[in-house]
């Protein structure tokens, strides 16, 4: 089976190619470039692999939360290449991708994302199951959680700075790798889901949690006329 794989949630971009469990991948920060850089480099896999696109059977994106931009470009170009190739589109919540691998942990795992505004987008996670909403919290807020449990361990971009703010929380473990892109983890929960006979409706779209800069921005200046 050939599967495609992307993630343009966070700055880190991650694409992975995979075929009969040979994975070929590439990782960059990209900051805002999502768009210049995920054609590109996608076409660069397929060839640097000497795979087909015809051969193509899955394509499976991460749908957030993250950045609305981000999320925007991933989910259209996933539907735009599955439309093109003729096969399914899969999208994996982002958080889910991000605790994927960690079942044997005891206590809780929580991904930290940046929500800005002074807030983050979490969920925790025990035995490999989410057990919370998508959440889009305050910082200060995370406390009321982590007393929940006498182990918590983070992982994502914004978990070290999470750590920072709770050095009194000694059962707080940061992941070594909390900065690495879990794009094989988006391939495997994505493959999973197509097992089970699942894809997305044509009508699918990333996870938000919360409206846009933009959407809120434009709701005020309606109030406010």
Partial sequence: MTTLAFDTSTEILGICLEQDDKYYIYTAKAGLKHSENLLKEIDHLYSSSGIDKKSTELIVCAKGPGSFTGLRIGMSIAKGLADGFGCP???????????????Y??????PILDAKSGKVFTAVYENGKRISEYLDIKKDALKEIFQKYNRVFLTGSYAPEVIKLYPAEKHLT????????????????????FAEGR???ENSGPIYIRPSEAELSYANSKNNK
């Fill in 89 to 103: 589109m899969i999208s994996v919540p982002t958080l889910d991708i991000l605790a994927y691998g960690y079942s």
């Fill in 105 to 110: 942990l005891e206590g809780a795992v929580m």
């Fill in 174 to 193: 940061l992941d070594p790798d909390w900065n690495s892109c879990r794009i094989q983890s988006c391939i495997a929960l994505g493959k999973a889901l």
């Fill in 199 to 201: 894809q997305d409706p």
